[in-house]
């Protein structure tokens, strides 16, 4: 059955008005354990887009008592992306995937009739590949990415949040002095642990969390049903053989959305 963007998109918005703090974005985003808000208007019309990847870059530029004092102050209105990118209920989910790879995007608003209907994540096409049947599609291996973004356990958080930012990657492999991984932190991890008031002295050993690993011979359908399970965008690839030692790369949502976009691929077919 050829699947269409309102087959896997979630149905609604959930948004906040423009002159919501970034605190209070922050809050939305852990509290619904998503990766972006709708910025609307008093009439709820989208406005924008905010994501937690814009709060990363709030944090790591607020170095100081006045640029903190900027960041408190500034809006979800200011800080938002705009204008919002779009694709239409009824277009084939192949193509929305296709979108998100050549365009780097993680999301679209979805229109029905030119009103604003839903969103499609990376998410919801992983989970789609989860729910389908057929033959396999390739290993971990053959999409994860090795290069890792790494980290020692004692960075200040600050510093993690700007690395990321300028790597532009969602997540930091943290290690030990001995190179021995001891978690990972994500954007959402960051803005659990910092408010309003940022990050203090935070480090990454503090705002780590325990690793879902999965080998590089699994099936990306495997690792598609183990992010979907424990609510994960990411997975850290490890030799079966050797746990403990440096992890081979890293296999994220986008990973898999990328191969399911690639022409030829049999998620296409």
């Not at 900027?70 to 809006?75: D, F, G, K, V, Y």
């Not at 694709?87 to 995007?105: N, V």
């Not at 053989?241 to 994220?252: F, K, N, T, V």
Request: proline share 4%.
């Amino acid at each position: 059955m050829t699947r269409r963007v309102r087959d896997l998109m979630h149905p609604g918005l959930i948004t906040c008005r423009a002159d919501a703090s970034l605190g209070q974005v922050a809050a939305m985003l852990t509290q619904h354990r998503i990766h972006a808000l709708v910025v609307a208007d008093r009439d709820n019309r989208p406005l924008g887009i905010i994501s937690d990847f814009d709060l990363l870059a709030a944090e790591w530029l607020s170095t100081d008592a006045d640029s903190l004092g900027a960041m408190q102050r500034m809006t979800a209105g200011e800080l938002m992306t705009t204008p919002i990118d779009t694709i239409e209920a009824d277009a084939l989910a192949s193509h929305a995937a296709e979108r998100m790879r050549t365009e780097g995007i993680s999301r679209l608003l979805v229109a029905d009739a030119g009103k604003p209907v839903g969103v499609i994540s990376i998410s919801d096409l992983v989970a789609s590949m989860t729910q389908a049947a057929g033959a396999a599609r390739g290993t971990v291996a053959d999409v994860m990415s090795r290069a890792i973004l790494v980290c020692r356990d004692t960075t200040p958080l600050a510093d993690v949040a700007r690395g990321m930012t300028d790597a532009r990657y969602r997540s930091v492999l943290v290690v030990d002095s001995q190179g021995k991984p001891l978690g990972v932190i994500s954007g959402l991890d960051l803005l659990t642990y910092c408010g309003e008031a940022g990050c203090a002295d935070a480090t990454a050993a503090q705002v780590r969390h325990e690793a879902l690993t999965i080998s590089p011979r699994a099936t990306l359908r495997e690792a598609a049903d183990k992010m979907i399970e424990n609510h994960h965008h990411r997975l850290v690839v490890v030799d079966p053989d050797q746990p403990e030692a440096m992890p081979l790369g890293i296999i994220s949502s986008y990973d898999i959305v990328n191969e399911m976009a690639r022409p030829g691929s049999v998620w296409r077919a």
